[in-house]
């Protein structure tokens, strides 16, 4: 299946790509739906839903885990808590700012 790109107008040729976009996605959209077919096939062949695998999530693999403990407590308000990942709460910030050590806010 050739196609003469040369010889096709502009107008021709924007349709044409308009068209192949349109299959690309039907055809994703397809393909995800064979995988999961075959997916869930395999899954059952071992007595399991893919539910029962993924989780419960209705999606395979989507779970993070357990959030992490905190280590970390405000003095002024004990409910408020870092576990000492990602960026610092503004309550550490404030406490820096102030001369306290951040070992000294350890739970």
Do not use: C
């Amino acid at each position: 299946m050739a196609i003469d790109l040369k010889a096709m107008s502009r107008k021709d040729l924007m349709k044409l790509k308009e068209d192949v976009a349109k299959a690309l996605k039907d055809a994703e959209v397809r393909e995800r739906q064979e995988a999961l077919r075959a997916a869930e096939r395999a899954a059952a062949e071992y007595g399991f839903s893919l539910n029962e695998l993924s989780g419960g999530t209705g999606k395979l693999g989507a779970s993070k885990g357990p959030k992490a403990a905190p280590k970390y407590r405000n003095p002024d308000n004990p409910e408020q808590t870092w576990s000492g990942r990602g960026r610092k709460p503004q309550w550490i910030h404030d406490a820096m700012a102030k001369g306290i050590d951040v070992s000294d806010l350890e739970i």
